[in-house]
């Protein structure tokens, strides 16, 4: 399993930006996908989730609005459409799946496949 994220960066208060994670060699045919977050010192945060068999979503309650998790199942891409962008939204964002195709299993899982991580920061 190889996660791959890009479209990180800097940008102000207010600005938009879509990141995304390329994933390969997933073994099943249904899982979860999404993202995570984590600041410094802290711990990660689930973001955002998508069930490959349903496509049902989650967020985070400190994104739900601002934040839209997508997909392109072809290209076996995940989205996650970032607006309304505030400086407490910088953190390294995390692409990561699970086999079990459910958002809460996912948020909770210790068991989750991780990409490297992209650098998001938000200036105020």
């Known amino acids: 399993v190889r996660l791959v994220e890009s479209g990180g960066g800097l940008v102000q208060t207010g600005e938009s930006l879509r990141i995304s994670c390329v994933a390969s060699?997933?073994?099943?045919?249904?899982?979860?996908i999404g993202w995570f977050r984590q600041v410094p010192g802290m711990g990660r945060e689930g973001v955002a989730c998508?069930?490959?068999?349903?496509?049902?979503?989650e967020y985070a309650a400190s994104v739900e609005g601002r934040f839209t998790i997508a997909s392109d199942w072809a290209k076996d891409t995940v989205y996650l459409e970032m607006s309304s962008l505030r400086p407490d939204d910088t953190a390294v964002y995390y692409c990561?799946?699970?086999?079990?195709?459910?958002?809460?299993?996912?948020?909770?899982?210790?068991?989750?496949?991780w990409g490297q991580g992209t650098q998001v920061t938000v200036s105020s």
């Open positions: 060699g997933l073994p099943w045919s249904d899982y979860a």
């Open positions: 990561a799946v699970n086999q079990a195709p459910f958002c809460q299993h996912f948020f909770r899982s210790d068991l989750n496949y």
């Open positions: 998508i069930t490959s068999n349903y496509g049902r979503t």
